[in-house]
């Protein structure tokens, strides 16, 4: 065929007909407007919340939804069209400097979110996202409202759990220091409870349990592990204070399996985060020891019951193995201390 002007002209205009067909008008018809199986209204805290995430560009390092190919990072569900029904305007966000929100609600307590956004690296030591203090209490309130309703239905079920075990752990903490410690102990399985720290607490090993701490626990636990972190005066109930452990060890046989336990899972209700995501067995097993070597000042590492020793087994005698002091007598030094 002779290209004319005639040819070229309507060639044109039937490429620019397909792609907006293709790029606006089949999207257009192809959207719904209704809501998904989990989605449920916004209400007005809430909604103010969203109108700052909009306002203060938190979309510029945020997604709001999980794509099809995020399925290989762990993602529990994928986001549907119907679960931004009636958000205004629904910036779902591209960018992947920060985690994806989408499923962050219920995922902390409001007062973990509260330290969190006075100042990221009071919850996570190495955290880049800006502080966002000057937008003030009720402002910081409204965000965390916001995020609180991210998960929709899903967020309202963990919100439930979170606030089921916020009353009783505050309860607990309410009742003396002593007795918080029992109450989370006791809220480890059995099995847990029973099982030293596999892993011998040598000095490389320690030094990348000190890493480890230092990354993603300084700040709430402290420098010296009395719970003292700077994230601490935002948190209720605050950060455990491990030197006060050894009181506990006549009561508990065994340290590791329970540190363990409470790293990997968090201690729900509380701003004590799981761990289970972002460390593997190893260096919750590391920073376990850590805690318990430096601040606790016993660790039951590498001791009986032990199965077929693995096939590398760095050489280490546990020195703190003397009996730990029972409660008694911590009881009577305290007494002669005072
Ligand atoms: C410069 C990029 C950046 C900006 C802007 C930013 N964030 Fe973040 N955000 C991050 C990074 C990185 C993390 C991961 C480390 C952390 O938890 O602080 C994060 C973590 C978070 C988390 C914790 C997620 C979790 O469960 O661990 C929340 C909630 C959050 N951001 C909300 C916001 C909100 C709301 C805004 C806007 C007011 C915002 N972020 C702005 C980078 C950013
Ligand atoms: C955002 C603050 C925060 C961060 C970060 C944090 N914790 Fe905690 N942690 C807490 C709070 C709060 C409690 C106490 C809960 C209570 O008293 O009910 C706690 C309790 C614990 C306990 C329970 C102690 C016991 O004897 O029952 C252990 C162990 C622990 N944290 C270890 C860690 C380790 C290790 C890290 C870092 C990998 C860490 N925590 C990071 C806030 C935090």
Redesign the pocket.
């Known amino acids: 065929m002779k290209m004319t002007p005639k040819i070229f002209i309507i060639g044109s205009v039937l490429v620019w007909a397909a792609s907006i067909s293709l790029m606006v008008i089949f999207p257009w018809i192809s959207m719904e407007d209704e809501p998904s199986d989990i989605w449920t209204p916004m209400n007005e805290k809430e909604k103010a919340g969203h109108d700052i995430?909009v306002n203060?560009?938190?979309h510029?390092?945020?997604s709001l939804y999980v794509r099809t190919i995020d399925w290989g990072k762990g993602a529990e569900r994928i986001s549907k069209m119907g679960d931004y029904y009636q958000m205004q305007p629904a910036i779902l966000g591209t960018e992947r400097?920060?985690?994806d929100?989408s499923q962050?609600g219920g995922?902390?307590t409001d007062d973990w979110?509260k330290a969190?956004f006075i100042n990221?690296r009071y919850?996570?030591p190495l955290?880049?996202?800006?502080s966002?203090e000057f937008l003030g209490e009720k402002k910081i309130e409204q965000?965390t409202a916001y995020?609180q309703h991210l998960g929709w239905k899903m967020a309202d079920k963990r919100m439930a759990r979170q606030e089921k075990w916020q009353e009783k752990a505050i309860e607990a903490y309410e009742a003396g220091p002593d007795s918080n410690i029992t109450w989370l102990h006791n809220n480890v399985p059995e099995e847990w409870r029973n099982m030293p720290n596999p892993y011998p607490a040598t000095d490389a090993a320690l030094a990348r349990g000190r890493n480890i701490y230092e990354n993603f626990c300084l700040n709430c636990h402290g420098p010296v592990g009395d719970g003292q972190g700077k994230a601490a005066k935002y948190l209720d109930p605050p950060p455990v204070n491990f030197t006060t452990l050894k009181r506990h060890l006549a009561e508990d046989k065994y340290i590791g399996g329970i540190f363990y336990y409470q790293i990997m899972n968090g201690i729900t209700g509380t701003a004590m985060p799981y761990f289970k995501r972002q460390l593997e067995s190893e260096k919750i097993w590391d920073v376990s020891n850590f805690v318990a070597v430096w601040f606790v000042g016993y660790t039951d590492a590498n001791i009986e019951p032990r199965g077929i020793d693995a096939s590398y087994e760095p050489e280490w005698e546990n020195p703190y193995l003397e009996d730990p002091p029972t409660m008694e007598e911590m009881d009577k030094k305290k007494e002669e201390d005072q």
Do not use: A, D, I, R
Not at 127 to 130: A, E, I, K, V, Y
């Open positions: 995430y203060n560009g938190c510029y390092c945020h400097t920060g985690p929100l962050e995922e902390h979110h969190h990221p919850t996570n955290s880049l996202m800006p966002w965000l995020m």
